[in-house]
């Protein structure tokens, strides 16, 4: 059964923290990404990786970075969290190339205080 | 924005009945898939169409393309309360991005 796993359901932070939301798959896929979820906005893309060491933003990187250091995981960073960061994170993997579906982890809601 | 819009927002209806979503989306695409989203949980895949499919069936679901609209729906027949959930469009323009649209909310009333 294949899988994306993120490391937390639901996370608190305060303001100012460093977070790190850590997303694992086993499929050997290329492509990783990282959404925001806000209600009323759908799902918004951060930040997209093809490749290991390689990262391209996506809509809204700002207050965001990301690392892949390997091929399985793909690591979202808020260098200082802050309270509009709250809001569901969702990693999602892909095999790279035309007509393929992604493939979801469980989403990780973060409260930032 | 590359992001679709869905329509309706939400949507609620008695079970055994049939629900409509659409789907409207701005640039030309690879396919076009829908998901769906179980209240706080991650995207479940349901169906991928092409962008030289104008109709899929996948079970009680048959999802419609429109390329020269730009535009998508997703029917659900013969609804059941599992069906209750949230659903969303995605175009694939390059084969390694995704945008997605706001999602319908579907509720089911056994």
């Known amino acids: 059964d294949v899988k994306v796993t993120q490391s937390s359901r639901y996370l608190v932070k305060r303001t100012g923290e460093k977070v790190f939301l850590e997303c694992v798959q086993d499929?050997?896929?290329?492509?990783m990404f990282w959404y925001r979820q806000d209600p009323g906005l759908g799902l918004r893309l951060i930040y997209f990786?093809?490749?290991?060491?390689?990262?391209e933003k996506g809509d809204i990187p700002e207050g965001y970075s990301v690392s892949r250091e390997k091929k399985e995981r793909f690591s979202l960073i808020l260098e200082s969290a802050s309270t509009n960061q709250t809001s569901m994170y969702l990693c999602?993997?892909?095999?790279?190339?035309?007509?393929?579906?992604?493939?979801f982890g469980q989403g990780t809601r973060l409260t930032v205080v | 924005s590359q992001q679709g819009e869905e329509d309706p927002q939400a949507l609620s209806i008695q079970e055994g009945e049939n629900a409509t979503m659409n789907c409207s989306y701005k640039?030309?695409?690879?396919?076009l898939q829908w998901y769906r989203q179980n209240s706080g949980r991650g995207l479940v895949h349901l169906i991928l169409?092409?962008?030289?499919?104008r109709e899929k069936h996948s079970g009680r679901l048959r999802v419609t393309l429109d390329t020269s609209k730009k535009s998508s729906s997703l029917l659900i027949t013969a609804s059941r309360a599992a069906d209750t959930a949230s659903y969303f469009c995605?175009?694939?323009?390059?084969?390694?991005?995704?945008?997605f649209g706001t999602g319908t909310s579907l509720t089911v009333i056994p």
């Open positions: 990786s093809y490749d290991v060491k390689m990262k």
């Open positions: 499929m050997d896929h290329e492509n």
């Open positions: 999602a993997s892909h095999l790279w190339g035309a007509n393929t579906e992604a493939f």
């Open positions: 169409i092409r962008s030289n499919e």
């Open positions: 640039t030309s695409i690879n396919n």
């Open positions: 995605a175009t694939d323009a390059d084969g390694n991005q995704f945008y």
